[in-house]
Nanobody, 130 residues
């Protein structure tokens, strides 16, 4: 079955960087859209970034210019490079695989909508201190 395992979270100071990784298994990775989401306590899950099967990218407005999504199809691994981190980036970050080749909706912040994604990892915590 589909399995997604995130790693790379941690605690950093404002302005710092982290790189998240998501190892995928159980399906033909390159045929599906992949994304990163985050959820802070008491808030709804929001889309951060996504890459579809053709390589098209999508970012939430709040992370444009700071975060970069990428993937290594040979390793079935998705990455999220996060630079210039801010305290408001603090959240649990989740890797997700869509049910198809691309996302079908956007959320209010311009990122991919969670409804397009049917498979989820367990999450990795990112904490940014001021």
């Amino acid at each position: 079955q589909v399995q997604l395992v995130e790693s790379g979270g941690g605690s950093v100071q404002s302005g710092g960087s982290l790189r998240l990784s998501c190892a995928a298994s159980g399906y033909t990775y390159r045929n599906y859209c992949m994304g990163w989401f985050r959820q802070a306590p008491g808030k709804e899950r929001e889309g951060v970034a996504a890459v579809d099967s053709s390589g098209r990218l999508r970012y939430a407005d709040s992370v444009k210019g700071r975060f970069t999504i990428s993937q290594d199809n040979a390793k079935n691994t998705l990455y999220l490079q996060m630079n210039s981190l801010k305290p408001e980036d603090t959240a649990m970050y989740y890797c997700a695989a869509a049910d198809g080749s691309t996302w079908y909706a956007l959320d209010s912040r311009g990122g991919p909508h969670p409804s397009s994604f049917g498979y989820w990892g367990q999450g990795t915590q990112v904490t940014v201190s001021s």
